[in-house]
């Protein structure tokens, strides 16, 4: 097939959006987290833009998406991009590889940022640099290889053969999952149970929220990889899931608490936009509608028995990404159609294939136990060579001035130095939102 170029300005327009998605996942999560926390949470998921890009370029890319022959890890052919230019390739036909690469390095961006979410205000930044380059290499490109490059677990003669349209597995359950081992590794904030601890700036967290609903139509509707009538399908996919989800989660959180809440609407619609990652571009309007329901009310009960277990999730990495990951992924199995991917056998259970419900939840498993064991490891690596963990004396003090002396707020109009507002970052429905006003 020759190169399109509708198709290639629509892909790079869907580049762009889901760079743009990383900026806005740092001010959702910087929202969530103390005022002296702020700086520190926005610079993971900033430098993260950073380092994984380059991280891909050398070597994440080829291993993901290089031809090698096996379906464990892909070859070094495109080692420093290395014949990736403007010639098409063979997963995208009509675009640039150039274009397709860059398309990818933006979703390998993203996935360890999330990771972030789960351990805020308590990780150490060289910790965490370490820990951000071997987990791409380590954990990413292997699972984007398995699902997406040719790998054992994606479409094609001997494979699994599972459905994930734009990450449900290879971003959220991979994140989710590794933010599962990285809570039990470097465990819960001092405080944590024992103190108020809320978030600090709820516009921004709103802010973040609407970032990434925007960055997601490049996230979903680009993963057709044309300018299309299926990119249209998961377009629609995406906005109906985000909204029916929103809608989930206050349901249950006005039933439950008498009130709904502002971060609940935005929390309850990033679980939408993770639930239908997996299934954009393979289910009909009113399945997406079903499954953005699905995931808004069980990602709120996931998050709210963060309470009842003591399980210091600090911005719900698990409760939202893993399990609406999860959600997705599964239901995906139930509710595909190849009328509306085009792809021969693409169906669920609902259409008659009830195999397709057994693959995606071998992906899933699979998925889950390699994510999780190979994020304990790297922990552990990095752990012994640079240290995870702030200092007590470090956590208390707070992120911004200990890991990059910093401060986000140093003064009010008065020119005394401001009280930090209350709070961290649970977005837990089942808290209420305390914000304490500076003393001049």
Not at 61 to 72: E, H, I, K, R, V
Not at 202 to 218: D, E, N, Q, S
Not at 334 to 344: K, Q
């Amino acid at each position: 097939m020759e190169i399109s170029s509708g198709d290639t300005a629509w892909m790079i327009v869907s580049t762009a959006l889901v760079m743009f998605m990383t900026p806005g996942l740092a001010l959702f999560y910087g929202g969530l987290v103390r005022g002296k926390n702020v700086l520190g949470t926005i610079m993971q998921s900033l430098f993260a833009l950073g380092l994984v890009s380059i991280i891909w370029f050398v070597a994440g890319y080829t291993l993901a998406f290089g031809p090698s022959g096996n379906t464990l890890i892909g070859g070094l052919d495109f080692l420093f991009l290395r014949d990736v230019g403007a010639e098409p390739f063979a997963l995208a036909p009509t675009i640039p590889h150039s274009v397709y690469m860059a398309f990818q390095m933006m979703f390998a961006v993203i996935t360890p940022a999330l990771i972030t979410g789960a351990v805020a205000e308590r990780m150490r930044f060289r910790g965490y640099v370490l820990f951000l380059l071997m987990w791409s290499l380590l954990v990413y490109s292997p699972v984007a290889h398995w699902v997406w490059g040719g790998g054992f677990l994606g479409l094609g003669d001997g494979n699994v053969g599972a459905l994930d349209f734009a990450g449900g597995t290879v971003v959220h359950i991979n994140a989710g999952v590794a933010a599962l081992a990285a809570i039990f590794y470097i465990g819960k904030r001092h405080g944590f149970g024992k103190e108020a601890i809320h978030p600090h700036n709820i516009p921004m967290v709103v802010t973040g929220a609407a970032i990434l609903w925007f960055g997601w139509f490049g996230f979903n509707a680009g993963s057709a990889l044309a300018s299309n009538g299926l990119a249209g399908a998961a377009f629609i996919n995406t906005h109906l899931a985000t909204a029916a989800a929103m809608l989930g989660w206050l349901a249950v959180e006005w039933i439950r608490n008498k009130v709904p809440t502002t971060i609940g609407a935005a929390t309850g619609a990033v679980g939408g936009l993770v639930a239908v990652t997996p299934a954009a571009g393979f289910v009909e309007p009113w399945a997406a509608v079903v499954i953005g329901l699905a995931a808004g009310m069980i990602c709120y009960g996931a998050v709210s028995l963060k309470a009842k277990i003591s399980f210091d999730d600090s911005l719900d990495v698990v409760g939202v990404h893993m399990v609406g990951g999860l959600v997705g992924a599964l239901l995906t199995g139930i509710f595909a159609t190849e009328a509306i991917s085009g792809i021969e056998g693409a169906n669920g259970l609902l259409y008659g294939n009830a195999a397709q419900l057994g693959k995606q939840a071998i992906a899933v498993g699979v998925t889950i136990g390699y994510s999780f064991l190979a994020t304990l490891f790297i922990l552990k690596v990095t752990d012994m060579l640079v240290g995870v963990r702030v200092t007590h004396e470090e956590e208390l003090t707070g992120l911004d001035l200990s890991q990059h002396a910093e401060t986000a707020y140093t003064t009010v109009d008065r020119g005394t130095v401001a009280t930090p507002p209350v709070g961290a970052g649970s977005t837990s429905a089942s808290h209420s939102v305390v914000q304490r006003t500076a003393e001049g």
